[in-house]
């Protein structure tokens, strides 16, 4: 009787199952664009807003890019295994002439490395978040620029089909110059991956237009953030909503009248596989998928990341009362922090000097950074036998290059994290104690804090607290390495309101020039 009524209830939910599929009303009206992309499957997370702008989005004003994966011929990218050459040069031994050639040719051999791959990223969509006044003040979102034709924002076939009888826009040079190089075919579909970045000069206009407004409504900071590895883009935008929540809270309880910041918030593929923990196999995916995307967040520092910030924001920069800030979380720490130390890599014929462009950012903050804090070292080699293969990375963020901004570090014990990524790789990640340790044996070019949870309302500044004019006297050629432990319980321990703190008086200090009575950095060097 029991094994008859378990027969029938395994058949009724079966059977449920089988016709709620079947009677599923939702379309994926992105399937086409998909196709025709190769982002579709489970690589559709990473535009998971594009089918559905209003279901989840940015809480402050801003915009997200929405950066994708796809085979070079997919998106019509001639440059085949290779770097843009249009875009980007390599190292040069005058871009450091103080160093070895050993350096230069390192550090070439890691840039070639990671752009030797049949696929390429690329932007597929931005969007932007502004305040809708008519609407309570609440979020709207619009698409600044959208890859894919038939998305959530619905466009419809007619407008689509209008669109294409428009007459083609005179070819940009870096299409026809990297063509030529390839070898390929000028007669070749939409170039996706040359719409991407003219959707990045779109984007300079459209912050332009608001830098424009009334001074006092203007923006003063702007802050550029990526997250690490594993999260979709679902989860990435709730990180930045978290991440600036806490900000502004922080800000606002310093009354600080003149941080008005705007958002730049990019979002990448940033593992293989679906979303399923209870699949072995698809966990397996994820685990694998680490070394692949510890090079994808370097390319989009390369690239992407350093034309946003080296090329476009520096021009914003440089008109008006700016000041650039970034945020990275593991390998979104890693990803700023290739892109703030690569301006020397951007070939801009645009200007009538050949001095590369400067380094935008006055601040860094690398939240338990998935990457090793050798390369700042000088001098480091791959021990034997790596170094028999390989010649590692020549020591790319060497501070004394002329970088102008601040950058600070976080890093704690209880980050099991990037240990586990150390045994995997060897590197010693700035956000472990692996790193804290490299840290201290490379010296002078650290300098080791403590964050101590300030009191509010107690001014008094015990001998070793730091307060703002201490901080800002270290200088900015030494990385700040915070031992973020009191705070930072696990890995992604990042979005609670201390953390927000450490973050803001971070930004007061070194692109505002104050501080509160009562700081919670430590010095550790006293």
């Avoid at 029991?2 to 079947?22: D, H």
């Avoid at 170094?387 to 601040?406: D, H, I, T, V």
Wanted: with cysteine.
């Amino acid at each position: 009787m029991v094994l008859n009524q378990l027969t029938k209830y395994v058949f009724i939910s079966g059977l449920s199952a089988i016709l709620a599929g079947c009677g599923d009303p939702s379309v994926n009206i992105l399937q086409e664009d998909e196709t025709r992309l190769k982002t579709g499957g489970d690589l559709a997370q990473y535009h998971y807003l594009v089918k559905e702008p209003y279901s989840v989005g940015l809480s402050h004003e801003g915009y997200i890019i929405g950066i994708e994966k796809s085979p070079r011929a997919s998106i019509g990218n001639p440059y085949v295994k290779s770097y843009d050459t249009c875009r980007f040069r390599e190292w040069k031994i005058k871009d450091h002439p103080k160093e070895s050639k050993a350096h230069t040719e390192a550090r070439n051999d890691q840039f070639d490395r990671i752009n030797d791959d049949d696929k390429s990223m690329f932007v597929s969509h931005i969007l932007s978040y502004d305040l809708d006044i008519s609407r309570g003040a609440r979020f709207k979102v619009s698409p600044l620029y959208c890859g894919y034709e038939n998305s959530g924002f619905a466009k419809t076939k007619k407008k689509i089909e209008q669109a294409k009888e428009k007459p083609e826009q005179e070819v940009d040079r870096c299409v026809s110059e990297g063509s030529l190089q390839a070898g390929g075919d000028q007669d070749v579909p939409t170039s996706y991956y040359e719409k991407g970045w003219a959707a990045l000069d779109k984007l300079s206009g459209d912050i332009r237009a608001k830098l424009l407004q009334a001074k006092d409504e203007r923006y003063t900071r702007i802050i550029v953030a990526a997250m690490g590895w594993n999260n979709n883009q679902v989860e990435t935008v709730r990180r930045y909503n978290a991440l600036m929540g806490n900000i502004v809270a922080q800000a606002k309880k310093a009354d600080a009248k003149t941080f008005k910041p705007l958002i730049i918030g990019l979002t990448w593929p940033s593992v293989w596989g679906g979303e399923s923990y209870f699949n072995i196999l698809n966990s397996l995916y994820h685990v694998v998928s680490y070394p692949n995307k510890t090079a994808d967040s370097d390319e989009i520092g390369y690239t992407i990341a350093n034309i946003l910030i080296n090329k476009i924001l520096q021009e914003l920069k440089s008109e008006y009362d700016l000041k650039i800030v970034l945020i990275g979380h593991s390998l979104g720490a890693r990803m700023m922090s290739r892109a703030m130390f690569s301006a020397h890599l951007i070939n801009d014929t645009s200007k009538e000097t050949n001095d590369p462009p400067k380094t935008a950012a006055d601040l860094f903050i690398g939240l338990q950074g998935a990457f090793s804090v050798r390369r700042f070292k000088d001098d480091f080699q791959l021990p034997f036998p790596m170094s028999f293969f390989k010649k590692g990375e020549g020591s790319p963020y060497l501070l004394k290059s002329g970088n102008p901004g601040q950058v600070v570090l976080t890093w704690a014990d209880d980050d099991k994290a990037n240990p586990i990524a150390r045994w995997i790789t060897g590197a010693a990640h700035a956000g472990a104690k692996a790193g804290y340790k490299e840290s201290k044996i490379i010296g002078d070019k650290f300098y080791q804090l403590k964050w101590d949870i300030p009191i509010d309302g107690q001014c008094e500044t015990p001998r070793k607290r730091m307060n703002g004019k201490g901080l800002t006297n270290i200088g900015i050629n030494r990385v700040l390495m915070v031992d973020a432990d009191e705070i930072v319980n696990d890995h992604n321990d990042i979005l609670d309101p201390e953390m927000g703190r450490l973050i803001w008086e971070s930004i007061s200090v070194f692109t505002m020039g104050s501080l509160g009575c009562r700081s919670g950095f430590v010095d550790m060097e006293r």
